[in-house]
């Protein structure tokens, strides 16, 4: 049963275009997360946000940033999108402790032309 | 380092066999690593997970091992079924980051 949800499914650009992709949890978890898989199924943490706290991959491009209304969403936006932020982005959310699983949404596949 | 070395890469096996895929590390914060599984289209889902005080875990086919001693875990799914082809990833868990191995891509031929 699906918890995370993210939209859209898929998304193709330009390169230079503005994205936004959206997550919401129904899990009522407080943190959650930005996830890039890219096309070797590679996963790389990209951003990690509760309701106080906002880490960021020191690896993440300036033109990535995350942006929540409340602890159950949590957007993703992309200002000025290049051929290699093409991927899968994928959503998670997690509850409190070390040993929380972390629940990940169906992912949105962007592709810039 | 925290990253995980996992293998192989890719792997085939048939129907009835027994898969087996292998990480190691060189260093964790917390001893706690699960393995992800996640099918084509889909986000990963938590598979099986172990924790250093223990090692070994079982749950149905699926069994992981974890040799604290050389750093290594290993994940052995018995009568393999066409059902868990799917790409299986193992974590390392930093204070404020997840640590993925680069992912097994596991085919079973009926």
């Known amino acids: 049963e699906t918890a995370v949800f993210q939209t859209p499914n898929y998304h193709v650009t330009q390169v230079g275009n503005e994205v936004s992709f959206n997550c919401k949890q129904t899990?009522?978890?407080?943190?959650m997360y930005w996830y890039k898989q890219d096309s070797k199924k590679l996963l790389k943490i990209m951003f990690s946000?509760?309701?106080?706290?906002?880490?960021v991959n020191e690896t993440v491009p300036r033109r990535f940033s995350p942006q929540s209304s409340d602890k159950a969403h949590l957007n993703l936006r992309i200002k000025s999108v290049e051929p290699e932020d093409s991927a899968v982005y994928l959503c998670?959310?997690?509850?409190?402790?070390?040993?929380?699983?972390?629940?990940f949404g169906p992912g949105t596949r962007l592709t810039v032309l | 380092q925290q990253q995980v070395r996992q293998s192989p890469q890719s792997l085939t096996v048939w129907e009835g066999g027994t898969t087996v895929l292998t990480c190691s590390y060189e260093?964790?914060?917390?001893?706690?690593f699960p393995w992800y599984q996640q099918f084509p289209g889909e986000g990963p889902a938590l598979l099986i997970s172990?924790?250093?005080?223990?090692d070994k875990k079982e749950d149905g086919r699926f069994t992981t091992f974890f040799n604290k001693r050389e750093k290594k875990l290993s994940l052995h799914i018995i009568d393999s079924q066409p059902g868990d082809s799917a790409t299986y990833f193992c974590?390392?868990?930093?204070?404020?980051?997840?640590?993925f191995g680069k992912g097994t891509s596991l085919t079973v031929i009926p």
């Open positions: 998670a959310s997690r509850d409190w402790g070390v040993y929380a699983e972390q629940f």
């Open positions: 899990l009522g978890h407080d943190t």
């Open positions: 946000y509760n309701n106080k706290q906002l880490i």
């Open positions: 260093d964790s914060t917390f001893n706690y």
């Open positions: 172990i924790l250093s005080v223990s």
């Open positions: 974590m390392n868990t930093g204070y404020q980051n997840f640590y």
